[in-house]
């Protein structure tokens, strides 16, 4: 069986096997690749996990509020899985990066697998909640592990060349997770759109254990739990206060401002406490690296407009041009069928001429462009026109959702990766949870605005409860009202999108001051002069 090492820190690998000129180091340009290929098809399924589970959950809620009962509690559902997510994913990176990346991932696996049983098997709505948060847990380590662990197999140089099949799965998770969910909820039960978890989960699992052989770690240092709880602190805070901002509280509520306050005070003493800690959770030199920063930033930016995007454009899309909602995925095909096209082609160009500088200029401007246009849309624009707009969205998106990770990586010492993966991603999670939140609020008030304007008291009662009707409530609205629901409606997206073009201008800003650094693992002339690459070598 083949043994995949990770080399790359400059240090001596225990039990790292065989000398140069070997036998086995000569077999290794024609096993490497079937070896890496093998292991991103893993980790592949298992970032397939991450991305599809709230959307098929998601499609599944309202059959599961019908038999559980408690919708009150019904945003607690998404909401534990976000709040679990979003605080493990910076210790799950630390972890590996401490006591090795293989371990850290299967366990995140299996414990992500234990909540979707559990869930699966909930009896009531409190169960359903509990159990969500114990999936979140694990899947904040699924991500992050997925992500270390190409960093550690692939070199910079090369990881451009798996981009498209990363970009690949997070897009058919956003058009076939609500088919899915549909087709599991109808036919096997909403209990199934937990269960499916599990025969992927065992594939990633089996395939992981037999294929993935990366060096054991042993770090003597304790985990800095005085950090992780700073740092949990403050990250509840802040999803807390974009999730229940403007719908379960007031901004300016008793409520929302102690959990701003909360928040605040967490993470300025978590990032004091990080100047003293042994380890650290987030050892603060990777931000003196200004690639890193900047890539931080951008991925907070982009995680802020894409999840507002894929929010209300099928909201756009159905109660504006009459779409159906069962096909919701597919509206956002235009979207994410040019982010994967542009994805492969900037990993393609990046593996070839070790250039990348270009693809978050470009993307910054596409990205800004397309979010204008959006935000021109009206009650006459045609699905033509609103998918030619949701394309520029798409190349944007392309030349910016793998380059960040991929230059953040090559910022940052191979020690680092686990860290940098998760601070990465976190950035990200916490860009779409405010970016969820204030666009959204933005929607619901403008739409409130316009249906009082143009229906009086009877479009104020009409989104009295919310501002985002479905397609049943729709059709029950007089003519009258439901025009201006459409009218109001699309003013409700020209908002949101236009805050979303002004936001994307700080990721063409911050592009601009991007270093353009060589990338590890390029291929020199002479084998003395290369790059460290993952070995694969006979047992």
Not at 170 to 182: F, K, Q
């Amino acid at each position: 069986m083949a043994d995949t090492q990770a080399a790359g820190t400059g240090q001596e690998t225990p039990g790292a096997p065989v000398t140069p000129g070997a036998p086995e180091a000569a077999e290794q340009p024609q096993k490497e690749p079937k070896s890496v290929r093998v292991v991103m098809l893993a980790l592949m399924v298992a970032m397939m996990l991450a991305m599809l589970d709230n959307m098929i959950v998601g499609t599944a809620m309202p059959t599961i509020v019908g038999e559980l009962g408690g919708l009150e509690h019904l945003s607690w559902v998404v909401t534990a899985y976000t709040l679990a997510t979003a605080a493990s994913t910076p210790l799950w990176g630390k972890i590996g990066d401490m006591y090795g990346r293989k371990g850290a991932f299967m366990t995140s696996i299996v414990i992500f697998l234990i909540g979707s049983a559990l869930s699966g098997m909930a009896q009531n709505m409190g169960e359903l909640i509990g159990f969500r948060a114990v999936q979140g847990l694990g899947a904040g380590g699924l991500m992050v592990g997925v992500m270390a662990i190409i960093g550690d197999l692939v070199p910079p140089r090369e990881r451009g060349k798996y981009q498209g099949m990363m970009a690949g799965v997070m897009a058919l998770a956003m058009i076939g997770g609500p088919l899915v969910g549909g087709t599991i909820t109808d036919n096997w039960g909403w209990r199934w759109a937990f269960y499916i978890n599990l025969p992927l989960g065992v594939v990633a699992l089996a395939a992981i254990s037999a294929v993935l052989h990366l060096p054991k770690r042993r770090n003597k240092a304790r985990i800095d739990y005085l950090g992780a709880g700073l740092l949990t602190l403050g990250i509840t805070s802040i999803v807390l206060v974009t999730t229940w901002g403007g719908s379960e509280y007031a901004w300016t509520s008793a409520r929302i401002m102690e959990l701003i306050a909360i928040g605040v005070v967490s993470l300025v003493g978590f990032v004091f406490w990080q100047t003293k800690a042994a380890e650290p959770i987030v050892p603060l030199h990777i931000f003196r690296s200004r690639n890193f920063t900047l890539m931080s930033i951008i991925g907070f930016i982009v995680g802020f407009v894409m999840f507002g995007a894929t929010l209300f454009l099928p909201l756009y899309q159905q109660s504006v041009q009459g779409a159906s909602a069962t096909n919701s995925g597919l509206l956002l095909l235009p979207m994410l069928g040019a982010m994967l096209v542009t994805s492969m082609v900037a990993g393609r160009v990046t593996t070839s001429s070790g250039r990348y500088k270009i693809f978050p200029i470009v993307g910054g401007v596409l990205l800004t462009v397309g979010l204008y246009l959006l935000s021109t849309m009206d009650t006459d624009t045609s699905r033509f026109t609103s998918g030619v707009y949701m394309a520029v969205v798409g190349l944007g998106m392309g030349c910016l959702m793998q380059i960040t990770m991929l230059v953040a990586q090559n910022s940052v010492e191979m020690k680092d990766m686990g860290v940098a993966s998760s601070s990465t991603t976190l950035f990200r999670t916490l860009g779409s949870s405010f970016g969820v939140a204030i666009m959204g609020a933005l929607f619901n008030n403008r739409v409130q605005d316009v249906m009082a304007q143009r229906a009086g008291s009877l479009g104020s009662k009409i989104t009295e409860q919310s501002a985002q009707l479905d397609a049943k409530s729709l059709a029950k609205l007089p003519a009258a009202a439901r025009e201006a629901y459409q009218h109001a409606v699309s003013a409700g997206t020209h908002s949101a999108f236009l805050l979303g073009a002004v936001i994307a201008v700080a990721v063409l800003v911050a592009a601009v001051f991007v270093k353009e650094v060589p990338l590890k693992g390029g291929q020199p002339a002479s084998s003395e002069e290369s790059a460290p690459m993952p070995v694969v070598e006979a047992a």
